[in-house]
Antibody
Framework: QVQLVQSGAEVKKPGASVKVSCKAS????????MHWVRQAPGQGPEWMGW????????NYAPNFQGRVTMTRDTSITTAYLEVNRLTSDDTAVYYC?????????????WGQGTLVTVSS | QSVLTQPPSVSGAPGQSVIISCTGS?????????VKWYQQLPGTAPKLLFY???NRPSGVPDRFSGSKSGTSASLAITGLQAADEADYYC???????????FGGGTKLTVL
């Protein structure tokens, strides 16, 4: 079965960076886009962007352009999200999510989430 | 402030039905982009519940149904069960913002 397993919780200071990983299994990693979505406490989800595992092409939401980097390592079927210059507003659960059919604009499968806490 | 607007909460007794609304605009639902619905049980990741306005992934009971008209969409849940208590989110694509957009979520309480 499809599994997206994310790295563990992180605590960071303001101004620092964080890198979250998402290990995919149960399907062909390069067949589906990988999205990143975050959810601040008590808020709805917020879409951050996607990466195409086969090409490495990315598309970032304007709110995150310049501060976020999405990468992947196809040899270990893992996607990564790096967020720089963290502030307290970045405290959230970060999810990776698979879009089976690129262009369908839906998150078919989700990782379990990674809590990132930004605090001085 | 979310691009898609949902009521903060709805409630119903076991066995009853509820409808959760999702209101967008001419740049998302009104532009012809379909709506997806996600169910988020407490402490878990969202799960795709509905897509393409009217389609359910396998394993989702037919007690859940969806519809869309113009700039609005709705999710109907019939035969409410305690296990349905969750947060429900609508999602679509916005042409003007060029991003996926989500609603703020609706908390369903089964009385």
């Amino acid at each position: 079965q499809v599994q997206l397993v994310q790295s563990g919780a992180e605590v960071k200071k303001p101004g620092a960076s964080v890198k979250v990983s998402c290990k995919a299994s149960g399907y062909t990693f390069t067949d589906s886009y990988m999205h990143w979505v975050r959810q601040a406490p008590g808020q709805g989800p917020e879409w951050m962007g996607w990466i195409s595992p086969i090409s490495g092409a990315t598309n970032y939401a304007p709110n995150f352009q310049g501060r976020v980097t999405m990468t992947r390592d196809t040899s270990i079927t893992t996607a990564y999200l790096e967020v720089n210059r963290l502030t307290s507003d970045d405290t959230a659960v970060y999810y990776c999510a698979r879009e089976i059919r690129p262009g369908s604009c839906q998150a078919d499968d989700w990782g379990q989430g990674t809590l990132v806490t930004v605090s001085s | 402030q979310s691009v898609l607007t949902q009521p903060p909460s709805v409630s119903g007794a076991p066995g009853q039905s509820v409808i959760i609304s999702c209101t967008g605009s001419s740049s998302n639902l009104g532009a012809g982009h379909d709506v997806k619905w996600y169910q988020q049980l407490p402490g878990t990741a969202p799960k795709l519940l509905f897509y393409g306005n009217i389609n359910r992934p396998s394993g989702v009971p037919d007690r859940f149904s969806g519809s869309k008209s113009g700039t609005s969409a709705s999710l109907a849940i019939t035969g409410l069960q305690a296990a349905d208590e969750a947060d429900y989110y609508c999602q679509s694509y916005d042409n003007r913002l060029a991003i996926w957009v989500f609603g703020g979520g609706t908390k369903l309480t089964v009385l």
